[in-house]
């Protein structure tokens, strides 16, 4: 169904969430017509972030807001929908737009395929009645989900469509850029230089499918690296696991922008730790740019002022591959924890592919090689 008429059966005023490939429809839909307005659209760090921020919006207004996200976020959500949505508390409405990833039966990247299969009964659990949208979806059958939706609204409960890849059509185009020239791949390819044979764990999306691609490219081995292929927002601290039990090992966390802010409270954790062996490079584009290039807060904030109020000794930003190739190379010999914040551009190669290797392959080679680390 057109995405504009999916927003008019729904007819709230009020969005937040974050983005999502199989939403990109509606994320266009919400930029051309909003753009980031604290009145009717917000671009959230995460899908509990979000949540909240719709709750307070309809303490302030008495209206309904809708958080949109893909199912991957259910997870953030579980909390302030049991703790704070739910009418047993305080009966807060709202309307969730859910991207079923992993659908069963449609054929989807592993760190998808046991999320889509449980995606509409964790729903149930926790007592969002959801209406699924396809290709095939009338626009009346959506209305009249919706006048039925209504009903529950009004009860304190909340609500949620849950849709299937290519059911939202007609997104106007929208072109996410900014003016950095420094792209993401080559900033990995002087990273991957930089490391040698060091560990690296890299973030979800494109990151790590990008730095798969480059070890193919050198014909070097991917038992150096975890690619963390899901689980958005928590490289940091796998990484941080990693470095303090390989303490004579040096520990590359390759990060991006969306994903710490994600859970940022894991630069706190990683401050408070100080492993003097782990390197931390932020590449910031500020954009969700594997989802479809949304924009992330993450340009407008000081991250190398938040790492060192949450106690990394040593944190600089570089916009430029000789500044970036300098520091690379003295926070290798620094021997304490470091943050590199790199600009980036948006975008990547259209022929940009996946690992070819399982995760459950990734795990046991990268596994085996710490092992021989001291």
Not at 8 to 28: E, H, M, R, W
Not at 48 to 54: F, R, V
Not at 159 to 182: C, E, H, Q, S, W
Request: with cysteine; net charge negative.
């Amino acid at each position: 169904m057109k995405v504009e008429k999916l927003v008019q059966i729904i007819g709230s005023d009020f969005y937040t969430g974050v983005p999502d490939s199989q939403l990109k429809a509606l994320c266009n839909y919400l930029m051309a017509t909003y753009g980031i307005d604290p009145h009717h659209h917000v671009i959230a760090a995460n899908e509990g972030n979000c949540t909240a921020l719709a709750a307070g919006y309809h303490l302030a207004t008495g209206k309904i807001p809708v958080v949109y996200m893909q199912n991957s976020g259910e997870g953030n959500i579980i909390n302030p929908v049991a703790s704070l949505l739910n009418d047993k508390v305080y009966a807060i409405p709202v309307v969730f737009i859910v991207g079923w990833r992993g659908e069963p039966g449609i054929h989807d990247e592993p760190q998808h395929i046991y999320q889509g299969e449980v995606t509409r009964q964790l729903l149930d659990d926790m007592d969002i009645a959801n209406f699924v949208i396809s290709k095939d979806t009338t626009d009346e059958e959506t209305e009249k989900a919706m006048e039925s939706f209504r009903q529950i609204l009004k009860a304190g409960k909340s609500v949620a469509f849950v849709i299937r890849k290519g059911a939202l059509t007609d997104a106007p185009n929208v072109v996410y850029k900014n003016d950095y020239p420094m792209l993401r791949e080559e900033i990995i390819r002087h990273i991957v230089k930089a490391s040698g044979e060091d560990p690296i764990i890299s973030t979800t999306g494109k990151a790590s499918r990008e730095l798969f691609e480059i070890r193919a490219a050198n014909g070097q081995s991917h038992k150096y690296d975890f690619l963390t292929v899901g689980s958005m927002g928590h490289s940091s601290s796998i990484a941080l696991g990693v470095a303090l039990n390989k303490l004579e090992q040096r520990i590359w966390c390759v990060d991006g922008d969306g994903a710490v802010l994600m859970h940022m409270g894991s630069m706190a954790v990683i401050g408070s730790n100080k492993p003097r062996n782990l390197i931390h490079v932020v590449i910031n584009n500020g954009a969700h740019e594997t989802v479809g290039g949304m924009p992330t807060v993450a340009d407008s904030i000081d991250l190398v002022g938040i790492a060192r109020a949450c106690g990394y000794p040593y944190a600089v930003c570089v916009d430029n591959f000789d500044t970036l190739d300098a520091e690379l190379e003295a926070a290798k010999t620094r021997n304490e924890l470091s943050l590199i914040e790199v600009k980036c551009s948006i975008g990547a190669r259209a022929d940009l592919g996946r690992p070819t290797t399982t995760a459950l392959e990734n795990k046991k080679d990268f596994m085996e090689y710490l092992e021989t680390l001291s």
